[in-house]
C-alpha cells in the first residue's frame, strides 16, 4: 500500500484565484491520478500523470485549467486555475504502486468551495 | 466499453441487519474489482478486492465473490455496525496497452442507525 498526503485538505477561494493542491506519496510511484468527486457524485478522472511525461487529460479537461505538475516520483501537483463556484468539489490524488498495477490508493482529498 | 452499474441508495439499516450492496460490471477484458469505502470527510480507502472470476474479496466483515457468468460483485455484510456508515463505490480495473484503466460506480450512501 501507500501513504498519500495531500495539502490543503480544504480551502475557500474566490472566483477568479487559482488554488494548487499538494500530492506526497511515501514510496515512489509511476502512476499517479488526479480525480474530482462534486457533490454527492461519484469520482470523475481529470488526468493521469506519469513521471516523465506530459499529464494526459480526460475528455473535458484541459491543462489551460487545471495544469499538472509532476517533478519526481513521489509528488505531484494539480492547479485550479481561474476558478468558479462550479470547480467547488473535492480534489483527490491517488496512485497505483509497484507491481499491483490494478489497485489504486487514495489520498485524503482536498476539499474545495468556490465563493 | 468498460462501466459499472451500483445499486443506488441512500441505504439505511438497523445496527446487526444484513446488508446487501449490487454491482454489476461489463468489461471487454478479465478485469479486476473493488470496492472502496468514503467515510464521512475522508478520502476512498480500499475495501477488498478480486482478481478473478470465483475469488472472494473480504475484509472487516465484509465480503464480495467475482462472478463471471453474472457480470456481477455484491458487496455483503452479515450484521452492520454505525460505524460501516459510510459511501460504498465498486469499481474495476482494466488492463489495457498503457497500464490500467479505472471505472467507479456511482456510490451507494449506507446509513446504519443504532
Known amino acids: 500500500s501507500a501513504v498519500i498526503s495531500q495539502k490543503p485538505s480544504r480551502d475557500i477561494c474566490q472566483r477568479g484565484t487559482s488554488l494548487t493542491i499538494q500530492c506526497q506519496v511515501d514510496s515512489q510511484v509511476t502512476m499517479m491520478f488526479w480525480y474530482r468527486q462534486q457533490p454527492g457524485q461519484s469520482l470523475t478522472l481529470i488526468a493521469t500523470a506519469n513521471q516523465g511525461s506530459e499529464a494526459t487529460y480526460e475528455s473535458g479537461f484541459v491543462i489551460d485549467k487545471f495544469p499538472i505538475s509532476r517533478p519526481n516520483l513521489t509528488f505531484s501537483t494539480l492547479t485550479v486555475s481561474n476558478m468558479s463556484p462550479e470547480d467547488s468539489s473535492i480534489y483527490l490524488c491517488?496512485?497505483?504502486?509497484?507491481?499491483?498495477?490494478?489497485?489504486?490508493?487514495f489520498g485524503p482529498g482536498t476539499r474545495l468551495t468556490v465563493l | 466499453g468498460n462501466s459499472v452499474t451500483q445499486m443506488e441508495g441512500p441505504v439505511t439499516l438497523s445496527e446487526e441487519a444484513f446488508l446487501t450492496i449490487n454491482c454489476t460490471y461489463t468489461a471487454t477484458g478479465y478485469p479486476s474489482l473493488f470496492w472502496y469505502v468514503q467515510y464521512p470527510g475522508e478520502g476512498l480507502q480500499l475495501l477488498l478486492k478480486a482478481t478473478k472470476a470465483d475469488d472472494k474479496g473480504s475484509n472487516k466483515g465484509f465480503e464480495a465473490t467475482y462472478r463471471k457468468e453474472t457480470t456481477s460483485f455484491h458487496l455483503e455484510k452479515g450484521s452492520v455496525q454505525v460505524s460501516d456508515s459510510a459511501v460504498y463505490f465498486c469499481?474495476?480495473?482494466?488492463?489495457?496497452?498503457?497500464?490500467?484503466?479505472?471505472?467507479f460506480g456511482t456510490g451507494t450512501s449506507l446509513t446504519v442507525i443504532p
Open positions: 491517488s496512485v497505483v504502486v509497484g507491481g499491483i498495477t490494478d489497485t489504486q490508493y
Open positions: 469499481a474495476l480495473s482494466d488492463e489495457v496497452y498503457t497500464g490500467n484503466q479505472f471505472y
